[in-house]
């Protein structure tokens, strides 16, 4: 490529040398070759003898050298053929920097006709650079509720080739949010500049990765590379959020202080303090504020005091989250309390008589009690009952209201007295019950006939006998009590031949015993005095 502009201006130059031919020997003429730079040493630049108008052979023999300042010699002559050749390898960049056309002159002197020739070689470029970026990563921090359009400066590359070997163009990575837009500065440099397309959201991406390539015009194309990191910054943009609206639980009345009963939890995608939510009671004084607690880092809610599902059975609390950014939200906790069979019935005697007759009939009320449970549902149904083989029965009659009532007759001789034991028992798991006693005793009726000892008494008496002396006595037993039970003794009315038999005995109403009232003769009372029944 390097060679064909050469061989153009080589062209150009061979009719101008033959005329130039005169010129040249007053020194005003000039010789142009062109050269690539990066070549190896004693690459062919131009053919100096023919240029000069001179054989091949004359170079050495006229005395033809280039004359030396004393720099770095870049070029040499070759002696036997007569063409200016590369001493070394030549960076055109090194020389010329970046300016557009990279001329150096040098002087040839004929020594045997003392005459300057002046030789001008262009260094042609060769796109052996790359463009590059000084850095090796860009950040750029942009807030994420930047406006899309805002513009944000890149770097620049540098590529010290020459023309359209130098930097040309810059290229993005395909991205949604953002563009390239290339800015001609006014000293003609070119300024790659980031525009935001689209709002960012640090909540979906924290950070977007780009890529800006610079490129050149050479053949093939040179580019250079630099990472882009754009870091988007956080705005307290989010209220913290619930994980439910309203949170509801229901926990056993017995629950102990210091249970968990549950968790709220609020998320916000804020980054640091903005995304770090407290929680707290909305009202500070209210009924569930009492009872519960609330860990306002964890969202934690506990049971600070008993609980009591005979007082309350429900409790609603507001609980709120808030973010150190001061944007808050809320949530309802809903606790139901629910029952445990935690007391026990309670037997209540409305009234009741402590003695009842015996002869009472069936279905005299001995009672009237009422039996109660402050647990709720089947904790709190409560049955109650006697043990069998009892006299009494307990008839339900209003609500909870119980009637003890008399089964069957009762017999004081029999039994006197009841301790009669009555149980109330819930329907929990495990029941609870309680007892209680109610004695009752069996009024005495006078039901029993006093009775003898002997269906029929004999006793022999000798004759004789003096008179008022006790000859016998009887006995009657009655099982009544007290009064009823006194017996008291008399005879009934007889003759014995034709006589009053009151006139012979008397008997001792109190005692049974039975006294002679005359001296008997065995001769006239032959049959016993008492064969008769009493
Ligand atoms: C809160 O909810 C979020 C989203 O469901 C979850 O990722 C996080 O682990 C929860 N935090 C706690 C402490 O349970
Ligand atoms: C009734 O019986 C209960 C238990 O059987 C007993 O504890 C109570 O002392 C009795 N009452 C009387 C007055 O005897």
Not at 330 to 350: H, K, R, S
Not at 469 to 482: E, H, L, M, P, Y
């Amino acid at each position: 490529m390097a060679n064909q502009p050469q061989s153009l201006d080589r062209r150009a130059l061979v009719p101008l040398c033959i005329f130039l031919g005169t010129l040249l020997t007053f020194g005003t003429g000039q010789i142009r070759y062109s050269v690539p730079e990066e070549t190896d040493k004693g690459f062919f630049v131009g053919n100096i003898s023919k240029d000069l108008g001179l054989e091949p052979w004359e170079v050495a023999e006229r005395g033809v050298r280039i004359v030396s300042r004393g720099e770095m010699q870049l070029f040499a002559l070759n002696p036997r053929g007569g063409s200016l050749v590369t001493a070394g390898r030549i960076d055109r960049e090194e020389l010329c920097d970046t300016l557009p056309s990279c001329l150096l002159n040098l002087e040839i002197l004929v020594e045997d006709t003392l005459k300057i020739y002046g030789v001008e070689v262009e260094i042609m470029d060769i796109n052996d650079n790359a463009p590059s970026f000084q850095e090796e990563e860009v950040e750029i921090k942009v807030s994420e509720h930047t406006s899309p359009g805002s513009r944000f400066p890149l770097p620049s590359a540098r590529d010290p080739d020459a023309g359209m070997n130098s930097l040309q163009s810059y290229q993005l990575s395909p991205s949604s949010y953002f563009s390239l837009v290339v800015r001609g500065g006014t000293d003609g440099d070119k300024n790659p500049e980031l525009v935001l397309e689209e709002g960012l959201d640090r909540e979906k991406e924290t950070s977007h990765h780009l890529l800006l390539t610079a490129l050149d015009g050479g053949d093939p194309i040179r580019k250079g590379t630099v990472p882009i990191r754009v870091v988007v910054l956080d705005v307290n943009d989010h209220i913290p959020k619930f994980t439910q609206s309203v949170y509801r639980v229901s926990i056993p009345e017995n629950l102990s202080s210091g249970t968990r009963v549950l968790m709220v939890n609020a998320t916000d995608p804020d980054e640091g303090i903005n995304g770090e939510v407290v929680y707290s009671f909305r009202k500070k004084k209210s009924k569930a504020s009492e009872i519960f607690q609330l860990n306002s880092q964890t969202g934690e809610v506990l049971v600070g005091k008993p609980l009591d599902f005979e007082k309350y059975r429900f409790y609603e609390m507001e609980i709120q989250g808030q973010d150190g950014g001061g944007l808050l939200s809320t949530t309802t906790l809903m606790i139901t309390v629910t029952d445990v069979n935690d007391n026990t019935p309670e037997i209540t005697i409305t009234s009741s008589i402590n003695s009842v007759p015996e002869n009472s009939p069936s279905g005299t009320v001995i009672a009237l009690l009422n039996v109660q449970d402050q647990d709720s549902g089947e904790n709190g149904q409560v049955t109650c009952f006697i043990p069998n083989g009892l006299p009494f029965k307990l008839e339900k009659t209003y609500g909870n209201y119980y009637k003890l009532i008399t089964n069957s007759e009762l017999d004081r001789e029999q039994v006197e007295s009841y301790n009669i034991t009555l149980t109330a028992k819930d329907e929990g798991s495990p029941p609870l019950s309680t007892e209680t006693h109610l004695l009752l005793k069996v009024a005495d009726a006078n039901d029993n006939p006093p009775v003898f000892t002997h269906p029929a008494y004999s006793a022999y008496i000798p004759e004789n006998n003096p008179r008022g002396s006790s000859i016998f006595s009887v006995t009657a037993i009655d099982r009544d009590s007290r009064e009823n039970a006194q017996v008291t003794y008399s005879l009934a009315e007889d003759t014995i031949q034709g006589t009053p038999l009151s006139s012979f005995v008397s008997i001792n109403s109190d005692t049974g015993v039975l006294y002679a009232l005359q001296s008997f003769d065995y001769e006239q009372f032959q049959i016993p005095t008492a064969g008769s029944d009493c």
